[in-house]
């Protein structure tokens, strides 16, 4: 018996980042296409290199920003707007993923693509936009280049495409028009595409439809049935791959699908896994049996024992692989030279993934014995996780256990107390604030790192963020803003901050995953129980309001986005994992009000992205997530004003729950959807204040005023003027000043014009 393994993906960013700084250096024009793109070439020979120990290797999982925005390219479906202007490929690329390329830096860009996450995950992709008028041209250049660079290398290639059911899935219709609409004139292209990757060599070819987890209706489960039909004329293999969840309802989809071969993720579907087998009496059926979404050791024995019988099934069909892309993992943990030992024992990462992979095929194939001391420091290595006194904490237990219904509720409803918030700040009609973050220089992080490293004293180091909140507020003050905040400098990322006061969190120093483009974050890793020793927050928010009369507006990442953006601990529910984070932010909130601080922002970006993948799913989910949120936010006095923000996901199918959070003020993301996700305020009364961004900061390009006014006018459309407030979509942490500065200065104006002209109509 063979057992074939492959992986669906591998992180595209590099151990040590290194596609980020190509990225970063070849926008800001310090380097050239050819620069950037012998990179991306050396990098792609790296991670084919790591992943030698696969029969098959994946190509075409590598990109310059985002996968999706590949398989737009691909498709010859890029914005008119974008493709109008005069330039290269890689330009139309990259203004499509930010507003501009390094050729437009005289120029004013355009509007990038909308981005959202990649199903429940922290990844953003670029929503393919389509209209009626869409048509699709092949450009299949890049994947054909790359598959030639593995060839060339030895590595037998598999490509990775999304498929055409899911692509359509992921994207939006701009005029009202049905998108599947669109796939009878889709379909052709995607089988040029594939009989051209089969006529260079790719024998398999695998075809990701990760839609079919979700909660479908009719028209695109019959999708599946139109497309498959008429793409198994083509020449190469197609194994048909979903992740992330389960098939629940649409597994019936698959009996019927003429492919070569299915991938099941059984980290999330192994229940599943027996109905699959009956339906695959010729077909391959991969089985995605290590986690590719979290960090800690697969326990092999246990694996082995669910596999020995399958594999007695299916011989040679089966297939074993990470149950999703390696994407969402770090690189190579060998590197964590600093990392507590014991815990580093417990941890994997891709490469490691990999290779506890290659000691399942071994096994399989040749017996337990064959790899005896593996699966020996494997086990060795849960046990001691398992018997570990540091991983448990009777205080915290007791604490949560203690938690009742009073403590996630305000002492007056908010109609009650938004009239005395309002007399208490003084605020005027449309008031300006921003999202949190400024401007991150090469300076403050390096007084960071010299921190770190003991290069530089304590004193020494507060005195540097003193500094710069100096200038942060007085930049403030001379821009005209309502609502200051004291700007981040002291925060290396908004989880990974809070993570490190906490007990029951770890930290590494390289294990770094892409967030969208050359955005990478170091999620912190949840191994045990958590509480907050001491405040986190309070000296730099209390030295800041100190330094104005201006209100300062406190900033706090909410407990679920703190969950959702760690690697979370596996042994207990998550529900329980948030409860504990939910009460340490409460001490927070509550030594900041007591610290003078009246506006406090809970951000909670990533309370969507945790939601289960089928919507039946969804409430047990919402219900924990908005009591965990309430549980930080609510014990303050009615005078004080609780803000939370969302950004970059669609929230309209929950705004009930977004109700239930029962936040004075939440700020969302709506300017790269031109106030599209205000559409749900047209039907559903939301009763208190929101600030929709006004200006997209994940592109360069400055706004105008015209533009800003325009938005804002959109949303008073759908919203009452005397609940708006006026802000940009997101923290400003990765702008330059310059840029930042100018938008501000014209979100600003933006105010004060519709300011005059509602005082006037009054």
Known sequence: ???????????????????????????????????????????????????????????????????????????????????????????????????????????????????????????????????????????????????????????????????????????????????????????????????????????????????????????????????????????????????????????????????????????????????????????????????????????????????????????????????????HVPVDLSQEDTLDTEIKSWLAFAKQKLSELHVLKVALEEGREAVRDELDANTAALASRRASTRVHNSAVAQRCAAVNADMGTRKLPYAERAPLQHAHLRLPLLPTTTIGSFPQTAEIRKYRSDYRAGRISEAEYIAAMHADIDQCVAIQEELGLDVLVHGEAERNDMVEYFGEQLDGYVFTRFAWVQSYGSRCVKPPIIYGDVSRPKAMTVPWSAYAQAQTKHHMKAMLTGPVTILNWSFVRDDQPRADTCRQIALAIRDEVLDLEAAGLNVIQIDEPALREGLPLKREHWQPYLDWAVEAFRLSANGVRNETQIHTHMCYSEFNDIIAAITEMDADVITIETSRSDMELLEVFENFHYPNEIGPGVYDIHSPNVPTVDSMVALINKAAEKIPVERLWVNPDCGLKTRAWPETKAALEHMVSAAHQLRKKHRAAA
């Open 1 to 327: 018996m063979t057992i074939t393994i492959h992986n669906l993906g591998y992180p595209r960013i590099g151990a040590k980042r290194e596609l980020k700084f190509a990225q970063e250096a070849y926008w800001r024009g310090e380097s050239s296409e050819q620069s950037l793109q012998e990179t991306a070439k050396r990098l792609r020979s790296i991670h084919w290199q790591d992943q030698k120990v696969l029969d098959f290797v994946p190509v075409g999982d590598f990109s310059l920003y985002d996968q999706v925005l590949d398989m737009s390219v691909t498709l010859g479906n890029l914005p008119s707007r974008v493709t109008e202007l005069p330039g290269s490929e890689l330009d139309a690329f990259f203004r499509t993923a930010r507003g501009r390329s390094p050729a437009d830096q005289s120029a004013g860009g355009v509007a990038a693509g909308e981005m959202t996450k990649w199903f429940n995950s922290n990844y953003h992709y670029i929503v393919p936009e389509f209209s009626a008028e869409t048509t699709f041209t092949l450009n299949a250049e890049r994947l054909l280049e790359q598959l030639a660079e593995a060839q060339a290398l030895g590595v037998n290639a598999k490509p990775v495409i999304i498929g055409p059911v899911s692509y359509l899935w992921l994207g939006k219709e701009k005029d009202g028009s049905n998108k599947l609409d669109l796939l009878e004139q889709l379909l052709p292209v995607y089988d040029d595409l594939l009989n051209q990757l089969a006529d260079a060599g790719a024998q398999w070819v695998q075809i990701d439809e990760p839609c079919l987890v979700t909660t479908l209706d009719a028209d695109f489960r019959h999708a599946f049935d139109i497309a498959y039909h008429q793409l198994h004329r083509s020449k190469p293999k197609l194994l048909l791959a979903s992740y992330f969840s389960d098939l629940g309802a649409n597994l019936d989809i698959l009996r019927e699908l003429p492919v070569d071969g299915f991938h099941l993720d059984l980290v999330h579907a192994e229940h599943e896994v027996f109905r699959l087998i009956d339906w695959c009496d010729t077909k391959v059926l991969s089985l995605g049996v290590i986690d590719g979404r979290n960090i800690w050791k697969t326990d092999l024995n246990a694996t082995l024992d669910k596999l020995e019988p399958i594999a007695d099934r299916l011989g040679d069909r089966l297939w074993l692989a990470p149950s999703s892309s390696l994407l």
